[in-house]
Every structure is written in structure tokens, then in C-alpha cells.
């Protein structure tokens, strides 16, 4: 797929799982279910899909995935599964390797989003995994990042950015930021604080990198918020407001952790929004 002068790709960088009733809130199982049913310990399916844009000139990747640094018991709790795919070897298979990387957009510090941002060496040393690469982030985020409540603290490890402050590789914008003629920023404050989603656009054709926003498929109804979400409320009018431009300007929303549908159109009806279209964006 092209957007403007970028061409667009898929890049799986792996599996893992988290409990289904975290991840769709007040909506009760029996519905939630039939899309995505549930492990003997209430998990379900999930992926960490980024995307590469290639313009020739430039290599921009939107997040990083998990990374490898977890301990094992952390891979155990989230079933972490690199066995098809890593964020490396999917750069790999389209003969990009990690110094080729000129950019890389993060939509926020949690530890499934940026994980792969750093790396442990042979040495055991913590190393920067795109040594060429400028990243990117929100200046309030990198804020409540560094200083998170009891709540969300668990979803920043440090180690995963820190490195790159350090090394003034980590670049702070503020609001819809137009990072050149088909890429900008949008920030929203439901999932966490300005988390910022990417819009790909040319005018004629849209990707909408939601994030969190809509992690899944599965969440394009109003109802279906996560409970990981900080300001829920916040959430529900975030969705309403993109989800109808996204009908109404026929735009892609790319779903970041949706194992099985990574891209889809949106349709409205009188019992609310619905994936109207499955959108193939190559691997």
C-alpha cells in the first residue's frame, strides 16, 4: 500500500495475551467472548502490530512492540510468544536492518509499545535498538511517564526510554504535530495521558494509527473501553469523535494489537459503529 510518497508495510512483532475482562471494561463476557474467547485463564489472543513507512529517503516505525527484556515471569503472566514473528525479523524480511531506521513515532511509554526500543547485548549491556533513529513522543506523556501514578506505574519500565533521553535520541512534540507533508500527530487522554495516535494521509487515502484508542477490532463499539483506561469518559467521546470522521472522510483504522484484523474500515448503523470493510496493508 502507498500513502503519498510513503510505502506502507506490516510489521508483526509478536504475541501475547491479557485478561479479556481487563481489556473490555463493563462489557460482560458472553459478549466479548464471541469474538474473542478467553484461555483457561481468561486471556485472550492479542498481537503488537507496528507499521514501517518507506519513502526511500526515510524508514519511520510506528512503535516498537514488547521487546525481549521481560523476566520470565512476565512472559509467562502475558504468554509473550516470538514464535513467528519479532519485530528484527520482520524489518529483516523486507531487508531492512536496525541502522536503516531514520524515525520512530512512539504513541506512548507503555511497556507493549515501546519495549522493543531498547535491547540487551551479548554483554548484557542496554543498548539502543535503532542507533540512527530520532523518536518521537508527547511532551505531557514523557511527563506522567517519569512520573506515574500507583495505578499505571506498572506499565512504564524505564529502561525502555530512559536510554533514549539519556542519549537525546527522544524528541518531545506538543499536540497535532506535522511531522511532514503526510504524517501528524493526534493526541488523546482517555487510555493514558497524550498518548498520540498517527495519521497517515495524502488527501485521498487515510490510515488512522489508532493505538489504544482502539487496540482491537473488537473495540470499535462505543460501549467496549478498556479497563486499563485512566479516563474512561474521555475514552467514549475520543471514540465517538474519530470513529464518525472515519466514517464520515472513509478512512483506515489500524489496530494495533488485533492479531487478525490489523486494518478495517467503519460503518455506522442505528445499533452503532462496525467494521464495514477488512483492509489488507502487506506484510
Given at each position: 500500500?502507498?500513502?503519498?510518497?510513503?510505502?506502507?508495510?506490516?510489521?508483526r512483532?509478536?504475541?501475547?495475551?491479557?485478561?479479556?475482562?481487563?481489556?473490555?471494561?463493563v462489557?460482560p463476557?458472553?459478549l466479548?467472548?464471541r469474538?474473542?474467547?478467553a484461555d483457561d485463564?481468561?486471556?485472550?489472543?492479542?498481537?503488537?502490530?507496528?507499521?514501517l513507512?518507506?519513502?526511500?529517503?526515510?524508514?519511520i516505525?510506528?512503535?516498537?512492540?514488547?521487546?525481549?527484556?521481560?523476566?520470565?515471569k512476565?512472559n509467562?503472566?502475558?504468554?509473550?510468544?516470538f514464535?513467528?514473528n519479532?519485530?528484527?525479523?520482520?524489518?529483516?524480511?523486507?531487508?531492512?536492518?536496525?541502522?536503516?531506521?531514520t524515525?520512530v513515532?512512539?504513541?506512548?511509554?507503555?511497556?507493549?509499545?515501546?519495549?522493543?526500543?531498547?535491547?540487551?547485548?551479548e554483554?548484557k549491556?542496554?543498548?539502543?535498538?535503532?542507533?540512527?533513529?530520532?523518536?518521537?513522543?508527547?511532551?505531557?506523556?514523557?511527563?506522567w511517564?517519569?512520573n506515574p501514578?500507583?495505578?499505571?506505574?506498572?506499565?512504564?519500565i524505564?529502561?525502555?526510554?530512559?536510554p533514549?533521553v539519556?542519549?537525546?535520541m527522544?524528541k518531545?512534540?506538543?499536540?497535532?504535530?506535522k511531522f511532514?507533508?503526510?504524517?501528524?500527530?493526534?493526541?488523546?487522554?482517555g487510555?493514558t495521558?497524550?498518548m498520540?495516535?498517527?495519521?497517515?494521509?495524502?488527501?485521498?487515502?487515510t490510515?488512522?494509527?489508532?493505538a489504544?484508542?482502539?487496540?482491537?477490532s473488537?473495540h470499535?463499539?462505543?460501549p467496549?473501553i478498556?479497563?486499563?483506561?485512566?479516563f474512561?469518559l474521555i475514552?467514549?467521546?475520543?471514540k465517538?469523535?474519530?470513529l464518525?470522521?472515519?466514517?464520515?472522510?472513509?478512512?483506515i483504522i489500524?489496530?494495533?494489537?488485533?492479531?487478525?484484523?490489523p486494518a478495517?474500515k467503519?460503518?455506522l448503523?442505528?445499533?452503532?459503529?462496525?467494521?464495514?470493510?477488512?483492509?489488507?496493508?502487506?506484510?
Amino acid at each position: 500500500m502507498e500513502i503519498g510518497d510513503y510505502k506502507i508495510h506490516l510489521i508483526r512483532t509478536g504475541l501475547f495475551r491479557l485478561d479479556g475482562g481487563a481489556m473490555f471494561g463493563v462489557v460482560p463476557k458472553p459478549l466479548w467472548s464471541r469474538s474473542n474467547p478467553a484461555d483457561d485463564a481468561n486471556r485472550i489472543q492479542m498481537c503488537t502490530n507496528s507499521l514501517l513507512l518507506d519513502n526511500g529517503k526515510k524508514k519511520i516505525l510506528i512503535d516498537t512492540g514488547m521487546g525481549h527484556k521481560l523476566s520470565n515471569k512476565m512472559n509467562e503472566i502475558y504468554a509473550v510468544d516470538f514464535s513467528e514473528n519479532t519485530l528484527i525479523n520482520s524489518l529483516n524480511k523486507l531487508n531492512i536492518k536496525r541502522e536503516d531506521i531514520t524515525d520512530v513515532l512512539l504513541t506512548h511509554l507503555h511497556f507493549d509499545h515501546t519495549g522493543g526500543s531498547t535491547y540487551y547485548d551479548e554483554d548484557k549491556q542496554l543498548k539502543i535498538t535503532f542507533p540512527n533513529a530520532t523518536h518521537y513522543v508527547q511532551d505531557k506523556h514523557l511527563e506522567w511517564a517519569q512520573n506515574p501514578t500507583e495505578r499505571d506505574k506498572a506499565s512504564f519500565i524505564t529502561n525502555n526510554f530512559e536510554p533514549l533521553v539519556e542519549n537525546k535520541m527522544l524528541k518531545t512534540v506538543k499536540g497535532e504535530y506535522k511531522f511532514d507533508d503526510f504524517i501528524s500527530t493526534i493526541p488523546v487522554n482517555g487510555h493514558t495521558r497524550d498518548m498520540q495516535m498517527i495519521k497517515i494521509s495524502d488527501g485521498e487515502n487515510t490510515i488512522l494509527y489508532a493505538a489504544d484508542l482502539l487496540p482491537m477490532s473488537a473495540h470499535v463499539p462505543l460501549p467496549y473501553i478498556m479497563g486499563y483506561d485512566l479516563f474512561p469518559l474521555i475514552t467514549l467521546e475520543e471514540k465517538r469523535k474519530h470513529l464518525t470522521e472515519a466514517v464520515e472522510k472513509d478512512r483506515i483504522i489500524f489496530f494495533e494489537h488485533d492479531p487478525f484484523t490489523p486494518a478495517a474500515k467503519i460503518g455506522l448503523s442505528d445499533k452503532g459503529f462496525f467494521i464495514k470493510e477488512s483492509f489488507v496493508i502487506n506484510d
